[in-house]
């Protein structure tokens, strides 16, 4: 008997038809993975399961956990279900955890709501499950003291406390370096084989469960289009959307030759010896600081036209890195230069900053969602000693959008009417809008769908076409990282510890981290035919 058998589940919030006749089963210790892209589906189909739809959802169907019926359980007989005999790891651990309790108190709540025992045993308990999660750290550390895959296993700690027959992870690794998510992907299967449990994992990446499910089933627009054993799907994929998406996680970009517009000039950006480092909690009331030195005595270039990664697990320095090539945060040794000038002085370089822009992670995050795109793409327009006004400024923001693929007409929308794919380009033309010479991708296509990615790498190749574009592309994702770039830095502890030319450093990878990090980087199988995508 399957711990879970989903069976005709239709969902409609209000007048929206969310989900059609999905059907799915997970068996005691196998791992059934729901993969696709934002809006397929996905994560409603969790939420019917843990019975945590939103207010004016109306499901139809069945959904069988151990022999009960959840549409047809009651609030509160679901309360008691919830953490004992299903749990839920969520996308973003931060989010998911308290920010004023101690991830010990957090995973021993779990089991005092379910159980009768003592805080001291439901304490020690959870002592166990973090250990048990791989977890090094003191229970009475807080989220905030935690790496984000520190914080992802608290959050399956708290899951699993009760060892629950069915364990769903929505999106467990997005964002996460690669060792990282190698890791938590290996400790989720250890818990399956260990418990028992079924686990439903949730993903819009083929290529992270290729090697992890027994089961893949695809959605699109809130329909299953196929369904069957990993091995089987992967090599024989019959629907088109399936292979759409095969493809996209196996994308390549066609990157144009390095092209140097400025032959014998001083390199673009030029980084000599640069140490930075933070304060760390006194031990004593007397004596130095102690000080932790995030990075330590790197030094790089990047010449003109030249597309180089940025790549390194969390913690490495990338993002402090990042902040002081942008002027954002001083330096305590060694100097930074762009186009020759000194990044740091001691008033604003208006002349420097103009010359770099940025584009982050998350979209929506580094907009003003309170203002019309013209507003927002003509941020960068304060650091031009006479930006465009009228017409010529209109001009500027037609054709900044039209250069990402966007329609002039769209400088008058809010940023919550696009897609995520259409708000990184937003941020691509807000760069772009003043021709800087460089610009800093920051993890800039880790959070996007997949096909998604695909058409954002697609973009930039296309303006590196036709702006011979200088960038630093700092990202996790390594297959991305070596579709678009000439050269590659790996960064570990504060140090660059290898770089080279992007295909030389993948081939042939001489430091012991870098073969780690190559290791560990989720692939796809190579299939023993071609795919034609109709």
Do not use: W
């Amino acid at each position: 008997m399957s711990i879970l058998d989903i069976r005709n589940l239709s969902l409609r919030i209000g007048t929206t038809d969310i989900l059609h006749d999905v059907n799915l089963a997970v068996q005691h210790g196998e791992i059934v993975a729901i993969t696709g892209e934002s809006g397929s589906g996905k994560s409603m189909t969790a939420l019917s399961v843990m019975g945590l739809l939103p207010r004016g959802a109306k499901p139809q169907g069945q959904i069988i956990l151990g022999g009960t019926d959840i549409l047809q359980t009651s609030e509160p007989d679901l309360c008691q279900m919830r953490g004992n005999t299903m749990g839920m790891v969520f996308q973003e651990p931060m989010t998911a955890l308290n920010p004023v309790q101690t991830i010990g108190d957090q995973v021993a709540e779990t089991i005092l709501i379910h159980e009768k025992t003592s805080k001291a045993a439901a304490h020690a308990h959870a002592a166990q499950m973090l250990e048990r999660v791989g977890l090094k750290v003191a229970p009475t550390r807080y989220p905030h003291e935690l790496s984000g895959g520190q914080r992802q296993r608290v959050v399956i700690a708290m899951a699993i406390a009760l060892r629950p027959k069915l364990l769903i992870a929505d999106e467990p690794t997005t964002a996460l370096d690669v060792t990282t998510q190698a890791r938590i992907l290996i400790l989720l299967q250890d818990l399956v084989c260990d418990f028992e449990m079924g686990l439903l994992l949730i993903t819009h990446d083929l290529a992270v469960v290729a090697d992890v499910a027994d089961q893949i089933v695809v959605m699109q627009k809130g329909r299953v289009v196929e369904a069957g054993p990993t091995p089987k799907l992967l090599a024989g994929m019959q629907h088109p959307y399936t292979k759409a998406l095969f493809e996209a996680s196996t994308h390549q970009v066609d990157l144009p030759g390095k092209t140097d517009v400025r032959t014998g000039s001083v390199q673009l950006l030029y980084a000599k010896h640069i140490l930075r480092d933070y304060p760390l909690p006194r031990r004593t009331l007397f004596g130095p600081r102690p000080m932790f030195r995030a990075i330590n005595d790197i030094n790089f270039h990047i010449d003109h036209g030249e597309r180089v990664g940025l790549v390194g697990e969390s913690g490495c320095g990338k993002s402090t890195l990042t902040r002081a090539i942008l002027g954002l945060e001083d330096v305590q040794g060694g100097e930074i230069r762009l186009d020759g000038e000194p990044v740091f002085t001691d008033h604003p370089n208006l002349a420097v900053r103009r010359k770099m822009q940025v584009v982050f992670q998350d979209p929506y995050g580094s907009f003003n969602p309170r203002h019309r795109v013209d507003r927002l793409i003509t941020e960068p327009f304060h650091l031009l000693e006479k930006p465009p006004k009228g017409k010529a400024r209109e001009a500027a923001i037609s054709k900044a959008l039209q250069d990402v693929g966007l329609a002039a007409d769209d400088a008058g929308k809010y940023i919550h009417e696009f897609s995520g794919g259409q708000r990184q380009r937003l941020a691509i033309a807000r760069a772009l809008i003043i021709a800087p010479e460089l610009i800093i991708f920051d993890e800039a296509v880790s959070a996007l769908d997949v096909s998604v990615r695909a058409q954002v790498l697609d973009l930039i190749a296309d303006l590196c076409r036709k702006r011979a574009l200088a960038y630093l592309f700092i990202s996790h994702d390594l297959s991305v990282v070596r579709s678009v770039t000439d050269r590659v830095m790996v960064m570990q502890a504060g140090r660059i510890v290898e770089q080279g030319e992007t295909e030389t450093v993948f081939t042939d990878p001489q430091h012991p981290y870098t073969q780690t990090l190559i290791a560990a980087a989720p692939q796809l199988p190579e299939l023993p035919h071609a795919i034609e995508t109709v």
